[in-house]
């Protein structure tokens, strides 16, 4: 369905959308990939692995601050105002401060390690919701800059603590805090400039297509995060920051695939007319195939040898390791179809059924992970890995039952 009081973009401009979309992701995965490699070169391993636990929570809880309601933006015209800013500091204010609480409690960060996170919690709520709602209103460089700017914090983070030779993570950390809060001024400040549609309603006029779309971002984020959150639990800290370097040399640049087709398959869905939305996701999903069989191949040539130049040595990643994490990258690179399409045109209907198999999909991937974890890491990524294949799956097959209804009718 295409929004209320947009117009769809040219076919030319919608390519040059998505070519914009993967080199601007591209340069963000450099720039996170370098970042995470800096610091654990320079951070004692323990002290990584706090870092890295950071990065996750702050990934997962600063999409989560919006409640949902930045994704409206996707489905139609809504109004950014004062009472939504007010609303998305106190939410995230208060997300980011039951997050610090909880961590602290249970010991994975200290007290101001935790307090920074909180901080860069609260800023990437206002960071999301500009990004997602100018990405709606047609301004792809400003969403983009956005979208990405945590990775290029972090790669300041890195790389000022290699030239102070800091070995405190309170560095990385105000850095990621501090860059947060200033992009989340500069996004607030664009997406006020930017051209509001008069049919624009309130978002909290629709906080029940909020929920169901909050579920979405939920386990959204919690699936490509999860690892991190499940690691520690059978394995500890140091193997955490193993799969840190991990995810920097090989899952990281599968996420950017999905995050290339969040950025620019829902648009496209929604400005497209009912009978090309298949092609449009053929098109996007047969280049995506033939990068993850040629990235594969690469990583697992390459990926042992980069580990351990980057990091001085000090982690050994071999081969079968990245493969695991070939495959657990591709398996969230197949996630991301399913919901993009639906955000794009699924019914109320359509999302619960999302969320349903997204649940279970999430309790298969723990309990595959926690199965495997009995052979380390490479087998709790395996776990993980099938465990959220069959869930995928039928999602997959719920959203394209949904276009080929679209077709027809």
Same mark, same amino acid.
């Given at each position: ?28 995965? =450099? ?5 995470? @490699?800096? %610091? &654990?070169?320079? #951070?004692? +391993?323990?002290?990584?692995? !706090?870092?890295? /636990? ?92 956005? =979208? ?5 914090? @972090?790669? %300041? &983070?890195?790389? #000022?603590? +290699?030239?102070?030779?800091? !070995?405190?993570? /309170? ?239």
């Amino acid at each position: 369905m295409t929004a209320i009081g947009t117009k769809a973009a040219p076919a030319s401009k919608r390519a040059a959308s998505s070519l914009f979309a993967a080199l601007g992701f591209g340069l963000s995965g =450099a720039a996170f990939t370098l970042g995470m @490699l800096l %610091l &654990a070169r320079t #951070l004692p +391993v323990e002290a990584y692995g !706090r870092v890295t /636990l950071s990065v996750a929570l702050f990934n997962i809880f600063g999409l989560l601050t919006p409640l949902g309601l930045d994704q409206l933006f996707l489905r139609g015209p809504v109004r950014a105002g004062r009472t939504l800013l007010l609303f998305l500091i106190l939410s995230g204010l208060a997300m980011g401060g039951a997050v610090a609480l909880a961590v602290d409690a249970m010991g994975g960060l200290r007290p101001h390690e935790a307090g920074l996170t909180a901080l860069a919690i609260a800023g990437g709520g206002v960071v999301a919701t500009s990004s997602t709602a100018l990405r709606a209103r047609q301004w792809p460089h400003a969403a983009m800059m956005l =979208a990405t700017s945590a990775s290029f914090v @972090l790669m %300041l &983070a890195g790389g #000022l603590s +290699v030239l102070l030779a800091s !070995r405190d993570p /309170l560095l990385p950390l105000t850095i990621l805090a501090g860059g947060n809060l200033l992009f989340a001024v500069v996004g607030w400040v664009l997406l006020r400039r930017s051209p509001q549609s008069p049919a624009a309603v309130s978002p909290f006029a629709r906080w029940r297509e909020a929920l169901s779309m909050l579920g979405l971002v939920a386990l959204g984020t919690l699936s490509l995060q999860i690892e991190r959150i499940v690691i520690p639990i059978p394995l500890g800290l140091k193997e955490l920051a193993l799969f840190g370097v991990l995810a920097s040399v090989a899952i990281f640049p599968f996420r950017l695939l999905a995050s290339g087709v969040a950025f620019t398959l829902a648009p496209r869905l929604s400005a497209a007319s009912r009978d090309r939305r298949r092609g449009i996701v053929l098109a996007e999903a047969k280049p995506l195939l033939a990068v993850t069989i040629v990235g594969t191949a690469a990583l697992a040539a390459f990926g042992p040898w980069i580990a351990s130049i980057v990091t001085g040595g000090l982690y050994a990643v071999d081969t079968p390791l990245i493969l695991a994490a070939c495959a657990n990258g591709a398996g969230k690179v197949a996630l991301a179809f399913p919901r993009a399409m639906l955000i794009a045109d699924g019914s109320h209907r359509d999302l619960m059924l999302l969320n349903a198999w997204g649940m279970a999909g999430l309790a298969l991937t723990v309990c595959g992970a926690l199965a495997g974890a009995s052979e380390g890491i490479t087998g709790l990524l395996w776990g993980a890995t099938l465990g959220g294949a069959i869930p995928t799956m039928f999602t997959l097959k719920l959203a394209w039952a949904r276009l080929e209804r679209d077709s027809r009718s």
